[in-house]
């Protein structure tokens, strides 16, 4: 009987431990704060990445020559880099210079988004596939800025 | 809170494209305000997220870089016609919204 009785508690245990492991895990994909208060694309690239180095790579970014108006700047990003893990978004003359990273690992390797730009600067997009980093870039002009006042 | 999440959801062959619009004020935390010359306070969305299926098929850490109103589009393989796809996010001041839609 006291064996029984033992092992339900003990399974129990094990439950709310299998489950508490897994709750953290799915709640703490926690922001990466560091890597957005970066002032830089290097600190933001080791905060986010861990590295700042990256080879060139098959990446096709779809962004205005001139932009306007640098508070929205349509983007869109396609890697062509076979299992693409991640897309981060780098504006390297922003004041904060990373301005996203996508999660791609169970979608197709392409991601679209309106960005801000502070003035003109290169857009980079950083993938990230089988541990290795990926660096595409594209000048984007800017004649209004989108920051600040 | 009225609704924030506007969501287009199409299915082609067997990859379906996402496309999502939340209105949100996406402030840096460094524009001051015209009238009152005080620094409007940071409040933008930090987080993202697609789920299908119950699965998370797309997740987006983002930051005051995103243009006011964000758009956002991707695309996925895992769903069809009739499936429900849920966005939601998540801001840095706690505030959070989600919504549903039927995949076209």
Not at chain 1, 28 to 45: G, I, N, Q, V
Request: glycine fraction near 8%.
């Amino acid at each position: 009987m006291s064996i029984t009785r033992r092992a339900v508690i003990k399974n129990a245990v094990v439950a709310g431990l299998v489950t508490m492991a897994g709750l953290p895990k799915l709640l703490l994909a926690a922001w990466p704060e560091s890597a957005f208060k970066a002032k830089s694309m290097d600190d933001a690239m080791n905060a986010l990445l861990g590295t700042t180095e990256s080879a060139a790579g098959d990446i096709v970014i779809k962004a205005p020559e001139i932009a306007e108006n640098g508070a929205v700047v349509p983007i869109s990003v396609t890697s062509k880099i076979a299992n693409t893990e991640s897309i981060s978004i780098i504006v390297p003359n922003n004041p904060s210079p990373l301005v996203a990273s996508f999660d791609l690992t169970d979608s197709e390797p392409f991601v679209s988004v309106r960005i801000k730009m502070a003035k003109t600067s290169d857009v980079v997009a950083l993938v990230k596939s089988g541990g290795q980093l990926y660096k595409g870039t594209k000048e984007v002009k800017v004649t209004i800025g989108g920051c600040g006042g | 809170m009225a609704e924030t999440i506007k969501i287009r959801a199409k299915s082609t062959d067997d990859t379906v494209t996402v496309k999502v619009l939340v209105t949100h004020p996406m402030e840096t935390g460094t524009r001051k305000d015209s009238k009152t010359k005080k620094l409007v306070p940071a409040h933008f969305i930090q987080e993202v997220k697609a789920e299908a299926h119950g699965k998370v098929v797309f997740h987006a850490d983002t930051g005051a870089g995103v243009a006011k109103n964000p758009y956002f589009a991707f695309k996925f393989k895992g769903a069809s016609k009739g499936d429900t796809i849920k966005i939601s996010w998540v801001d840095n001041m706690g505030n959070a919204d989600s919504r549903e839609a039927v995949v076209k």
